[in-house]
């Protein structure tokens, strides 16, 4: 216990140091506005893929609707700051909430089904969630909420990431997370042990849901409008593709799949007409030779990094 | 032994992806100084509205590739640098900010949707780099809260000046004195523009006798079309998009309502004559940015040039990205430098400039007046009826 303590303590050091040296770089202009709006997308991203990996890769449930859950997020967050002129930090906690209660609900009834069954509900419920925001005035309809404060800058998307992978990283290895994992390696064993599978089911779903509204918060924030055209069933995919290309069950693996998966889009930028084919060619030769993801569900952690080194090796997870 | 191979293998493949990157890191772009204007395309590449975003690129290619054939502007050639934004208005952010920082162009041609547009003002307007679209029509694009986008410029009408043509069009020239309204509920597009007509008919002394609404994806419209066939309107606007409106005049024909049917330019599309099946459209009407059966020779030139260029029709999109092309290019002219403010102010001050589709003078707002086309449908084939002054 007290080693993993120091263990969380040394990773945040390391992410404040790196968080130093990219501001530093930020604001000596070194690292240009493209990089810098595409580093805050890889926070977005990295919070979108880590809370889908929570449901999709530690409690082995198949959804594919994180993309309504983030627009919701975005919504709320929009009207809060936009139409009632709270802060920032409200409307991110609204947008989570939010997007949190509608995700308790809709888990609920649609958590009783399993694989392909909730794949499909959770799709179109992806869908109900934006065609019902495309049919609401209030935030703009089919043009979009437009005029959102750019409020969300690379401080708070690297803080509010870092909080997301703690808090997540937390859950998984608390006695919750661990009735999770349960579930997704053998739900009938789960359930025999005395484990209430459907309320950790609607748990890990909850929580995905939320961080996934405050990925959205985040986003509208940044890119001053919130249009339903950003959040198709496309956008699910591309979460569900980060989460399966860095591995399913891996957090570690997650934040990799945000990472290069943001990058390639972004440095293909120049070169549209073989943008999407080269990203796609990458994912097919990848999942053909490595179809359990770059990490599988191993984690990079500092242990394994002081293996390496030739320090002592400490079992993980 | 087989095992440590696929790991190898996936260690090369995930450095030769992270390699990727680098390959939009690396190389520091030219300076300004070079004998080339850097100008940015942010179009639709790929995605939903994938087939707008390439014939609008397609025709701002072709009037660079001219106006750099006969050499270039003020000496220079004009370097046209395309981003792709998935149709999407996140990436349509990202686009422009990649090409006003890592490509420092001195202007930007595109998006075309509105909503994507809107989605890179605030950057281009923080960066004080002018864009130009040649196709977003929502009135929001160029003028917000009471305030016009300084840096945003278009080159066609917007929405509720088509309503307007349509109005004056049937209380004008088919003089008709009772219309009934056939609206698209789930999207802004029509819900403007239906707003609009209705003002400008009643205005011009006409009635409205019905309205009746529809969304996106319906396929049966026998029962509204029932309501306004029983309010007995002299001609029927549906201002709505050709899937639709393809459903909706073919089953209003088979319902025999025989009255003309109205709309704009959302019914540009090969495939309403498919979907309507042909006859079914005869005794329609609307209002588009151009007709490739216009005599006007303007029009028949930019036609032939596309058809070498491209070897197929060029539809309204192409002749639109064409012409904000031909804009861009004149401000570059008399701008006679590549300071984006100067440019910037140019394009504001465009007026009287001969394009494709009309003459082109840009109002306060930075919206163009210029002229549209009416269509009539002829056996499923477009046909020309009548240019309309504003």
């Known amino acids: 216990m007290q080693a993993l303590r120091k263990q969380d303590l040394l990773l945040l050091g390391l992410a404040v140091v790196f968080y130093a040296i990219v501001q530093g770089l930020l604001m000596a202009d070194i690292i240009g506005p493209f990089w810098e709006l595409n580093i805050v997308l890889v926070g977005i991203n990295i919070i979108l893929a880590a809370s889908l990996n929570l449901i999709n890769g530690f409690t082995g449930q198949f959804s594919i609707g994180h993309a309504g859950f983030m627009a919701v997020g975005a919504y709320v967050g929009a009207v809060m700051t936009v139409k009632f002129s709270l802060p920032f930090i409200v409307a991110l906690a609204g947008g989570a909430v939010a997007a949190g209660i509608l995700g308790f609900l809709i888990g609920l009834p649609t958590l009783r089904l399993s694989g392909d069954y909730l794949a499909i509900a959770t799709l179109g419920l992806g869908e109900i969630i934006r065609i019902t925001i495309l049919n609401i005035p209030y935030v703009g309809g089919a043009s979009g909420f437009m005029g959102i404060p750019r409020l969300a800058d690379f401080t708070w998307v690297f803080f509010l990431t870092i909080f997301t992978l703690f808090f997540i990283k937390n859950l998984i290895r608390s006695s919750h997370g661990r009735a999770c994992i349960s579930i997704r390696e053998n739900e009938i064993a789960a359930e025999t042990m005395g484990i209430d599978t459907t309320r950790y089911k609607v748990l890990a779903f909850t929580i995905g849901a939320s961080f996934a509204g405050l990925a959205g918060t985040l986003f509208s924030h940044y890119f001053y409008i919130a249009h339903p055209a950003s959040f198709t069933f496309m956008r699910s995919f591309d979460i569900l593709t980060m989460v399966v290309l860095g591995g399913l069950g891996s957090m570690t693996g997650a934040v990799t799949g945000a990472v290069l998966l943001t990058f390639i889009s972004a440095a293909l930028a120049s070169y549209p007409e073989w943008r999407m084919v080269i990203y796609s060619i990458s994912l097919i030769i990848l999942m053909l030779y490595r179809p359990q993801g770059l990490l599988g569900d191993k984690e990079i952690s500092l242990s394994i990094i002081k293996r390496l080194t030739g320090g002592d090796s400490r079992a993980e997870n | ?390």
């Open chain 2, 1 to 390: 032994m087989g095992k440590n191979w696929k790991k190898w293998l996936g260690a090369t493949l995930a450095v030769a992806m992270s390699a990727t990157l680098l390959v939009g890191c690396g190389g520091e772009k030219k300076a300004a100084t070079s004998n080339e204007i850097k100008i940015g395309g942010n179009f639709e590449l790929t995605g939903n509205v994938a087939n707008y975003g390439q014939s609008t690129m397609n025709g701002v290619k072709l009037a660079i590739k001219e106006v750099n054939e006969k050499g270039g502007v003020n000496g220079k050639k004009i370097n046209l640098i395309v981003a792709d934004n998935k149709s999407e208005p996140a990436e349509a952010a990202n686009a422009t900010t990649k090409l006003i920082t890592q490509d420092k162009v001195v202007a930007v041609i595109g998006p075309v949707t509105s909503s994507s547009l809107i989605a890179t003002a605030q950057i281009a307007t923080d960066k004080k780099i002018p864009v130009l679209t040649p196709t977003a029509t929502s009135p929001k694009v160029t003028f917000d809260n009471g305030k016009v986008r300084e840096m945003i410029f278009r080159s066609c009408f917007i929405d509720p000046f088509q309503g307007e043509v349509m109005a004056r069009f049937a209380a004008n020239s088919m003089k008709v004195k009772t219309a009934a309204i056939y609206v698209d509920n789930s999207s802004d597009y029509s819900k403007g523009l239906a707003e609009v007509f209705r003002n400008a008919f009643t205005k011009l002394g006409g009635q409205i006798v019905a309205e009746e609404a529809f969304l996106q994806k319906d396929t049966d419209f026998k029962s509204a079309i029932t309501k306004l066939k029983a309010s007995n309107p002299d001609v029927i606007f549906i201002p709505a998009y050709y899937q639709e409106v393809g459903m909706i005049v073919k089953q209003a024909r088979e319902m025999g309502v025989t009255i003309p049917l109205i709309g704009t330019d959302g019914w540009d599309s090969p495939k309403l004559a498919e979907i309507a099946s042909g006859a079914a459209l005869n005794n329609t009407f609307f209002s588009n940015h151009y007709s490739s059966e216009d005599k006007d020779p303007r029009i028949q030139a930019f036609v032939a040039a596309y058809k070498k260029e491209y070897n197929q029709n060029p539809d309204a999109l192409a002749v639109l990205g064409y012409d904000g092309a031909l804009m861009m290019i004149d401000a570059l002219k008399r701008a006679g430098s590549e300071e984006p403010k100067k440019i910037q102010e140019a394009l504001a001050a465009t007026k009287n400039l001969q394009v494709a589709t009309g003459v082109l003078t840009l109002d306060d707002k930075h919206n163009p007046v210029k002229s549209a086309v009416i269509i009539e449908m002829k056996d499923g084939k477009q046909t020309f009826k009548e240019k309309v002054n504003p």
